[in-house]
Structures are given as structure tokens and as C-alpha cells.
């Protein structure tokens, strides 16, 4: 069997483990190459065919070529190749070039399979996302600007240029999936299955809550939004109030002046900023801070002519004015902390809601589990949870969930018995919804990803 191995982001380790897979099925393995390979350690170098039959005689395997230069070999003389092809048992060929890169656009006379292979396997890496073209992907001038950042619609465009211009059977092997966005798009790249289904939006995080000052609202304020599954930074130079006792389930304390908080402070565009100091010389510190860096919401607590203040000092145009909230809060009459916690954090949901239909809980995200990933991708009617919802199905647990109800449990189970992509259609008419005590019925459409 003779097995090309093209693309880019990880050619040779693949050769190298598919070189032990096959050992340990007691087949003889010839490792080599159609362009140039980095010589290791034991390469053989311009073998002729006895010296390779000896050298898996004794190791089970050879990696043989011809030297090219103190690096590099190429491809064996082609009468040598010949004959390996009739007696080794398996020849894995690296038939492509990347240098070094995790994505490659080939020309038209790449990639150099041998016309003999049985199949193909084609490489890919996801570590080049979001990076600009010129840094990761090989002969990136041919078809982009330097600086176009890479997304999963380019990995897969430049995947497809290579599956158009081989005739062999071809699978796809991504690298480098480590988030559980990565998984989805190496289940959906290896599948050929089309990436622009999946949003990165949907896997957008639960937001992160920076709270400058340490007082009785902000400890009110980090108590419900812990149950919103925030992300929660306390801020204040005042250590009675900037500690583990005031604040014992706060995902980070920081006892610094705010004048000193920069580093530490998120850069992720959902983040939302709440600042409630003791006077106005630390406000108007902490809006410059924020103002420097985007921000999903940013409130201010205080009188109408305390803020007014603040804005005048920092000299603030009108637009600006506008995009912060102070006074901080939904107008509901709050008068205690709590209460006041309640309004501030009504407001951050209703804002953060008009821009993002769903994020990602925390034990999902940070799952490394295997399973089937349930996405809500379209709705209509009744039904509880907004596209890009999502839920891990798992063979003896459930991660998240879409809704629960009906259609949740119809999820679960399709899940369970699914193994490859698919989207499917769950329906809760009136007369089920009915008997369930609902008003009226509705439906879901669900993006199943193994990952």
C-alpha cells in the first residue's frame, strides 16, 4: 500500500505514527519523499535498494532518500522506488511542501503524488485562525493581502483547492483543534461539510464583570452575577474591602490603586465594566481606564451632577456621553444595595441580550469531553432558547442544556445514536404542547457535530 501525505501543519509527525501504527500490524514501512524532507537522524541517504532492504530487515522500517544538502533529501532514484513498491508493504510518501507553515496554497503542479498511490491524506492546521496571511500560510501572495486574517472559510477554501486536484481517495486530517470552536470546525473540515454553518458567535463566552470598588454594591453586585455565570473582577486599593471575606466566590481580587489596575484588566469585546468607587476622583480614574478599550457595557454609579462631572473633566464628546450608563441601572426605584445590584445587572442582561442570542457556560467551555454537540441553529414558535445554544451529549452525562422539555429530550436521544454531522428538525406541535401544559408549540433546528 503506498499512502501520499500532502498539506501542511503536521506532515511528518503523521507519517511518523502511521510509520507505528503499521509496525505493530508486523508491516514493513519505507518512509520518503516526492520533494525535499529534513534529514534526521536515521535517514538513510542515497540508498540503493539492498541497503534499504537490509536496514528494515533490521528495524521493521527505513526513511531513505537522496541527499539534496546538509538538510534536506528528495526523492529516491525511481528504479529503487520501484522495486520497494513490490516488496515493502507499506510506503508512506511526504508528497508536498510547506516550509514550516500551518497552510499552504498550492499551485497547479502540487502537490507531487506519486501515481501510484492508493490514497491520500490531507493536512491541515487550525493554530493558523486569526493570524495574518503572511505569517501562516506558505505562497500566501498567490491569492492573499498579507495582512487578511485568516478564518475557517479560508482553511477550508484552501483545503478544497487540493481536494480539486487529486484523483486519489482523499482524507482530511485537521491539527491543532484544541477550543471547543476548533472541534467543531476539524468534525466539519474533515467531512467536507461546508464551515459557514457554525458561528463563532454562538461560542462567544459568558462575559466577563470587572467591578472597580469593593463596597456594599459591589458585593452585592458579585453575589448575582456568580448565579449569571459571570466572570467577576474586584478592584480596590482597600484591603478591608478587597479580600476573600467580603468577596468569596469572585474569580479575581485585586488589592491595587486604580491607577495601576491597566494590566489586569480583560480585553475580550464582551466585557462589561461597573464602577462604583467611593468618590469622584476614583470614577473619573476608572472610566478613562475603560474608555481606552472596548467594552460590551460600561456603567457608572452617582447623582446626575456627580456624573455630569466626571464627564466634563474627562471632556467627553456627546456620542460618548451617550454609551455609558450613569446614572447606573434600569430605573426600578432601587434604594439598597441589593436592590441596586438587581438594576445594574437587569440592565447589563437586557444589553448584552440585543447583541448575543446565547453564550457559552463555563463547564461547557472548559469541557474536554467527548460527544455530540447539540446547536440550536434555527426556531420557531414557543421554545426557550435562542439559536447558538448549545448542549454536549455525552454517553453517561449531558453538559448545558437547550431548553429542556420535550424537544430536549428528542435531542438527546437522536444525539446518542448519531456519529457523524447532521441537522435535523424537532417539532412541538400545539396539540403535544397542550397536553404538556403549554400555550402553544414550536420547533427547533439542531446542528449535530461530533467533537
Same mark, same amino acid.
Given at each position: 500500500?503506498? =499512502?501520499? #501525505? ?6 511528518? $509527525? /503523521?507519517? !511518523?505514527? %502511521? @510509520?507505528?501504527?503499521?509496525?505493530? *500490524? ?61 516488496? =515493502?508493504? #507499506? ?6 511542501? $510547506? /516550509?514550516? !507553515?500551518? %497552510? @499552504?496554497?498550492?499551485?497547479?503542479? *502540487? ?74 470546525? !476539524?468534525? %466539519? ?263
Amino acid at each position: 500500500m503506498i =499512502i501520499s #501525505v500532502v498539506g501542511s501543519g503536521g506532515k511528518t $509527525s /503523521k507519517i !511518523k505514527e %502511521l @510509520k507505528e501504527q503499521y509496525l505493530k *500490524e508486523n508491516k514493513t514501512v519505507l518512509m520518503c519523499t516526492t520533494t525535499h524532507m529534513l534529514i534526521e537522524e536515521d535517514t538513510l541517504l542515497n540508498p540503493t535498494y539492498e541497503q534499504i532492504e537490509q536496514r528494515i530487515k533490521e528495524n521493521g522500517y527505513c526513511f531513505a532518500g537522496n541527499q539534496v544538502d546538509d538538510k534536506k533529501i528528495g526523492s529516491l532514484d525511481k528504479d529503487v522506488l520501484n522495486k520497494c513498491k513490490e516488496n =515493502i508493504d #507499506v510506503i508512506l510518501i511526504e508528497a508536498d511542501g $510547506s /516550509k514550516h !507553515k500551518y %497552510l @499552504k496554497y498550492c499551485l497547479d503542479n *502540487e502537490p507531487v503524488i506519486d501515481e501510484d498511490s492508493d490514497k491520500v491524506i490531507l493536512i491541515t492546521n487550525l493554530k493558523g485562525l486569526n493570524h495574518k496571511a503572511k505569517d501562516v500560510i506558505h505562497r500566501y501572495e498567490y491569492i492573499y493581502d498579507s495582512d487578511q486574517i485568516v478564518d475557517a472559510k479560508i482553511i477550508q477554501d484552501l483545503v478544497r483547492l487540493y481536494l480539486n486536484k487529486i484523483t486519489q481517495p482523499v482524507s482530511i486530517c485537521v491539527n491543532g483543534a484544541n477550543s471547543l470552536y476548533e472541534r467543531c470546525l !476539524k468534525s %466539519l473540515l474533515e467531512k467536507n461539510i461546508d464551515v459557514d454553518i457554525l458561528k463563532k458567535e454562538w461560542f462567544q463566552t459568558a462575559s466577563k464583570l470587572v467591578l472597580f470598588g469593593a463596597g456594599h454594591v459591589s458585593q452585592y453586585v458579585n453575589k448575582i452575577a456568580k448565579l449569571l455565570d459571570f466572570y467577576t473582577i474586584v478592584i480596590d486599593e482597600r484591603e478591608e474591602f478587597a479580600n476573600r471575606d467580603c468577596f468569596p466566590n469572585a474569580n479575581e481580587i485585586h488589592c491595587v490603586p486604580f491607577n495601576e489596575c491597566e494590566k489586569i484588566l480583560p480585553k475580550e469585546e464582551n466585557t462589561c465594566f461597573v464602577i462604583v468607587t467611593r468618590g469622584h476622583k476614583d470614577d473619573k480614574e476608572c472610566l478613562e481606564l475603560v474608555l481606552k478599550r472596548s467594552h460590551l457595557y460600561c456603567g457608572m454609579i452617582g447623582s446626575k451632577g456627580k456624573v455630569q462631572k466626571t464627564f466634563d473633566a474627562l471632556n467627553l464628546d456627546e456620542q460618548t456621553r451617550q454609551n455609558i450608563h450613569a446614572p447606573i441601572g434600569l430605573k426600578i426605584k432601587a434604594n439598597t444595595p441589593a436592590e441596586i445590584a438587581i438594576s445594574i445587572l437587569a440592565q447589563i442582561i437586557d444589553i448584552k441580550n440585543q447583541k448575543y442570542s446565547s453564550f457559552i457556560p463555563s463547564e461547557l467551555y472548559n469541557s474536554k469531553e467527548k460527544g455530540m454537540l447539540c446547536i440550536i441553529i434555527d426556531k420557531k414558535g414557543s421554545t426557550p432558547r435562542g439559536i447558538g445554544t448549545m448542549m454536549l451529549v455525552c454517553q453517561s452525562h449531558i453538559v448545558s442544556t437547550i431548553g429542556g422539555g420535550q424537544i430536549e429530550y428528542e435531542v438527546i436521544q437522536r444525539a446518542r445514536k448519531l456519529r457523524d454531522v447532521s441537522i435535523e428538525t424537532f417539532v412541538l406541535d400545539n396539540e403535544q404542547a397542550s397536553s404538556l401544559g403549554m400555550i402553544c408549540g414550536g420547533q427547533n433546528t439542531i446542528l449535530f457535530i461530533p467533537v
